[in-house]
């Protein structure tokens, strides 16, 4: 019924806040909703950005955008290795576009990071009032954050993906 209003008043994008399901409990805190995301699009009036990891779609200048109010439900990771694994793909590429744009990652870089990656979603954005599940994703957010950096700080050193080679 929104979008139908809205069509007449020239909104090409809308965002729909997101709520995620991890490890079978939605998720309200620590960062993770309401999450906006723009899924109702004129194609014409967008593009994405180049990101591998977590593109986001970006609308041109002049485009009018709407907030729709129901969530989008989204059932992302049902165990822990679904988690890890997706963690461990998502580093990888994270340091493929840092290492072709010349960065160089360092352990206490990971370290700083990690730290205040736990603190912000278990302190500030209340994370711990998911109660387990909420202090389980901020640990495992600063252990993948820890190992983005680890792994840009591997191939710095050895001059390949994970230290492999």
Partial sequence: EAVCQAGHSGIQVFEIPRLTAVFGRFIRHGGWYPDPVA???????????SA??????????????????????????RNLSQYLAKSSLYAKEWANEREERGCRGS?????VHAVGCFFRMTVVH??????PEGFLLAVLSAHSTFIKYAELWLRGRTGSESGRG
């Fill in 39 to 49: 899924r109702l699009y004129a194609r014409e009036a967008t593009h994405y950005d």
């Fill in 107 to 111: 352990l206490g870089q990971g370290l």
């Fill in 52 to 77: 591998r990891v977590h593109e986001r779609l970006v609308p041109g200048p002049s485009v009018r955008m709407g907030r729709l109010t129901h969530p989008l439900l989204h059932y992302s990771y």
């Fill in 126 to 131: 209340a994370g711990f009032l998911d109660g």
